[in-house]
């Protein structure tokens, strides 16, 4: 199999197939888009459809509905279930694109979209590898697509889809890319992803918006207070102050420790690329640990009052903010949403009321780095990168994966080729042409690698 001279072929057309998906705003968290979403999903289809599935169709849901593709050569071959998500973030905030979020541009060898990275770009990387070995008659098995609108909001409806379909969706491993590697040099393969746990407070004082100069120092701001509650949620160490929450934190060796320490990795580039002159984060453990092996919480969002033009001087009635949680392996999210609720219940004065309403969550996963779907990726990205990959655990989320493990009893490779730069849900969101390329260059090869495996 020789997957680049039809690369090499074709790749200007990969390209400006990916730019169709881009300027689709298949926002899913923002209902003004739901006719982009499900626009997305039909084009999703059509893509699978014209790369030679026999199979191709919209499977609805209680929200936004699942693409579900299949090309079935022989039931005896191994076959490979392909996740991805064709919903984005919300591109706000605007104002700090310097391109039209929707409206794609290539610069200095990135794409530059919403969704670009995450997940619209390596999402079709699977679509144009499948065309690749369509093509150049090179699929040594099966192959199943099940692509999502949901993931940005917590893929409330793929459970209930997956636990339905299970004789549907049998397989053998599934393929994910949306995570990344460390360097366009440096080939990894996740095998660790935090779990999370998110959630929305609101903090009520008096009835209505009050003059601050009449009634400022007699009642409670709700603003002022929510802010005093969030800080008290960490010590002078960086330690989450929530009783139990580190009850069932995973704890790593030394041994452990030393090994993951051996991934590349420049403190003054890291500080540099983010334009910071300090880190910060939980004593005693050095960046990389921070952002994989430990739990976190931060504010994603906080409001409340006045924020237009000008000056308007009131107590707000109301203080909002939004909350996650990044929780590491023996952490169980709705266990770690009721402690938090519980706390924050707690530490409330009575001079205000506090509602706590959970969003979303999921679990932690630590996917085994020795099965034959990990060393045919890895013997994939050797054969490509000229180099074997680095196993890593990343901080991020994909709940998701241990879902599949429940439900499906199959375990996920996580074969990404982002980079931590692609500025995944913030503005200027990009991909590197390289590494789209070097994608539908590479999961061939972990097809090929894990059919024959699949034989011994």
């Known amino acids: 199999m020789q997957p680049l001279p039809y690369i090499e072929k074709n790749k200007d057309r990969f390209i400006n197939e990916l730019f169709e998906l881009l300027r689709i705003p298949s926002v899913s968290a923002d209902s003004k888009y739901k006719a982009d979403v499900l626009r997305t999903a039909e084009a999703v289809k059509e893509k699978i459809k014209s790369a030679g599935a026999d199979t191709v169709e919209i499977c609805s849901t209680a929200g936004y509905p699942i693409v579900y593709g299949e090309k079935i050569i022989d039931p005896k071959l191994p076959t490979v279930l392909v996740y991805g998500h064709y919903d984005v973030q919300p591109p706000d905030p ?73 004789e549907k969706l049998k397989a053998d491993i599934i393929l994910i890319s949306d995570t990344g590697i460390i360097a366009n040099d440096i080939p990894s ?11 929305e407070v609101e903090v009520t004082g008096p009835n209505r918006d009050l003059h601050s100069g009449l009634y400022g120092g007699a ?41 993951m320490a051996k991934a590349p990795f420049s403190l003054e580039e890291y500080k540099k690329a983010l334009d910071l002159s300090d880190i910060h984060g939980e ?98 990205m050797d054969k490509t990168f000229g180099k074997k990959p680095i196993p890593f655990r990343s901080g991020g989320s994909i709940p998701i994966v241990a879902m599949f493990k429940s439900e499906l009893g199959l375990d996920s490779v996580l074969m990404g080729f982002g ?38």
């Open 94 to 166: 605007i104002e700090l694109w310097t391109s039209p979020p929707f409206e794609p541009v290539m610069k200095d060898g990135n794409i530059y979209a919403r969704g670009a990275c995450d997940d619209k770009g390596q999402m079709y990387m699977h679509v144009k590898a499948f065309e690749l070995m369509m093509q150049t008659n090179s699929l040594p098995c099966n192959i199943k697509f099940m692509i999502e609108g949901e993931e940005e909001i917590g893929s409330d409806n793929l459970g209930i889809f997956v636990a339905n379909n299970k």
């Open 189 to 199: 393969l996740t095998v660790g992803l935090r779990g999370l746990s998110y959630l």
């Open 219 to 259: 009642v409670a701001n709700p603003i002022n207070v929510l802010c005093e509650m969030i800080a008290g949620m960490k010590d002078e160490n960086n330690h989450i102050t929530i009783p139990g929450f580190y009850d069932d934190v995973e704890v790593l060796s030394t041994e452990e420790r030393a090994e």
């Open 283 to 380: 004593k005693g453990y050095s960046t990389n640990e921070r952002i994989s092996i430990r739990p976190t919480l931060d504010v994603n969002g906080i409001w409340g009052g006045y924020t237009g033009e000008g000056a308007k001087t009131v107590i707000a009635s109301k203080a909002y903010a939004k909350i996650s949680m990044r929780l590491v392996p023996n952490q169980i999210s709705d266990k770690m949403t009721k402690l938090f609720t519980n706390y924050f219940e707690k530490a409330a004065p009575s001079s205000v009321k506090v509602k706590v309403t959970p969003h979303h969550g999921g679990e932690a996963v630590v996917t085994p780095s020795n099965s034959i779907a990990y060393k045919a990726a890895s013997m994939a």
């Open 419 to 456: 980079l931590d730069s692609d500025a995944i849900h913030s503005p200027n969101e990009h991909f590197g042409v390289f590494n789209y390329l070097k994608g539908i260059e590479t999961i061939p090869y972990f097809y090929q690698y894990f059919t024959e495996l699949s034989k011994k």
